[in-house]
Structure formats: C-alpha cells, structure tokens
C-alpha cells in the first residue's frame, strides 16, 4: 500500500509540480497563471509518455487518463480552498463552537480521501493500458523528472 502512496504522490509530484520551474513556490501560483501551471505538467506528462508507451493509441489512452488525474487534482483543490474559507468565516465568529471546525474539518477530510481514491483508480486504470515494462520506464522517468524538484537533502528515492 505505501509503495501504492509513493507512486500517486509521484505522479501528484510530476503533474502539480510542473511549474516550480517559475519563480511560484509551494504550489502559489497566481490565479493568471493556473492553466499554464496545469498545461504545463500536462506537457511534461504527454511527453514522458511518448517517449515510454509504444503502442501511440494506448499512449493516447493514457495521457486521457493523466488528463482526467489533472482534472481531479483541480477540483480538489478548489473544494479545499472552499474549506479553508468556511475555517476562516467559523474563526471570524466568535459564537462559533468546536463542533462546527470540526465538521468542516471532517468534510475536508472526507472529500480528500474521495479524491484520492479517484486519483487510484485513474492509476490503476492507466496502468491496466501499459506493459510492465512501460511501467517501469515511466515510473522510473517520473521519479527522475520529479527529483528535479525536491527541496530537501534526503537520499534519492529508489523506486515507486
């Protein structure tokens, strides 16, 4: 199951940190720039594809599938921001009761674990599309691509 977690992290990673080529950090970006941020990991994702899946009408199915990842981590995102706002309306009321954070809290909870559920499912379906093999490859390119990023001095991973 870990294992599981790294990979949809790494492909979270590879996707959502796309953009860290800009000077935006920790996933602020402006609201102007979004769809580039988004277009952007969508890109690096096609062509990690490309250059692993053979078959060009499987790749094609695959990067569907990226797209519809992209599309979920979207729409996560902006419920989250929802979230966030209903958190920061409660503090803002002083008659506000423990029971109301934690309803929202609950709900955020809740939609990101549903969210992320989807996000495995997609990661299963696209792995249902590739060969061990082109598995490998795109894992192992992933993990490369996305260490590009890492901000910390911990030891390279191995593997999803």
Known sequence: MKRIQQYVLGLVAVVALAGCSSHHHHGMVSEGRGDAY?????QDMASLIDRT?????KA???????????AE???????????HRKLYELNANYAA???????VLDDSNNQRMQSAAKILSFRFKMKDLMTAEEWKALSDQMLSYSSRYRHSDSAPKTGY
């Open 73 to 83: 981590l979207k729409a996560s995102r902006e419920v989250a921001r929802a979230g």
């Open 53 to 57: 899946v053979k078959d060009q009408g």
């Open 97 to 103: 009761t423990p029971e109301e954070f934690t309803k």
């Open 60 to 70: 094609a199915q695959v990067k569907a599938v990226v797209n519809d990842i992209v």
């Open 38 to 42: 988004w277009q952007k990991g969508q």
